[in-house]
């Protein structure tokens, strides 16, 4: 009996590698993730524990990562399209937005500190510290991709080649990955707070 890849089945069956790989480092992350908030709760159960609520900025840091997220989508629509000076602008404002999202955490931790709650004094501010600066860190690398699909819509004459269009889709996947990762931290602290 013959297997699938002799009987002539397109290639398009078949998940490109990069795109594997993403979905691999993705899963990773996801580990790293659910052992930091895992840690979370067990350190939280053991006591000394301050409660607080967090920082309202944090709730418009949500709003502004998700509305990255459609307009990094859009700018996916807008390629498939032809719709060359679209795809740059929205490529554009995710880039923007994803600064302001960066520049939105550094304001709510400052909160957090003009709450008493700096950074080394007790463990449910820390954890607060760690997961969303490891968090910004991963938004960080998104938004070099980011950088390099704007200049490259910048800078090159518009076309819609598979290889375009492949790290288009890498970029895509992964930006929605890390606006899902923020959704769910903000969910589990409300959750835990």
């Known amino acids: 009996m013959e297997n699938a890849m002799t009987q002539g089945y397109p290639s398009r069956t078949r998940i490109h590698p990069h795109k594997f790989a993403l979905w691999v480092a ?3 992350i996801v580990m790293m993730f659910t052992a930091l908030t895992s840690a ?5 159960a053991a006591g000394n524990w301050l409660e607080f609520e967090l920082p309202n900025i944090f709730y418009w840091n949500t709003l502004v990562i998700l509305t990255s ?6 700018a996916y629509l807008a390629f498939q399209r032809g719709w060359a000076k679209a795809y740059a602008s929205l490529l554009g404002a995710t880039l923007l937005l994803g600064l302001v999202f960066l520049g939105l955490q550094y304001e709510g931790w400052q909160a957090m500190v003009e709450q008493g709650i700096p950074l080394k004094t007790n463990p449910s501010g820390d954890f607060i510290y760690v997961i969303s ?18 200049g490259l819509a910048l800078l090159r004459p518009f076309r819609q080649t598979p290889v375009r ?19 769910y931290l903000l969910i589990f602290w409300v959750i835990q707070g």
């Open 40 to 44: 979370y709760i067990v350190r939280k």
């Open 133 to 150: 600066g490891i968090h910004g860190a991963h938004v960080l690398g998104g938004l070099a991709a980011l950088a390099v699909s704007f």
């Open 165 to 183: 269009k492949l790290r288009l889709e890498l970029v895509l996947t992964y930006w929605h990955f890390v606006d899902f990762l923020w959704l």
């Open 26 to 28: 993705c899963a990773g």
């Open 69 to 74: 997220s459609l307009t990094l989508h859009s």
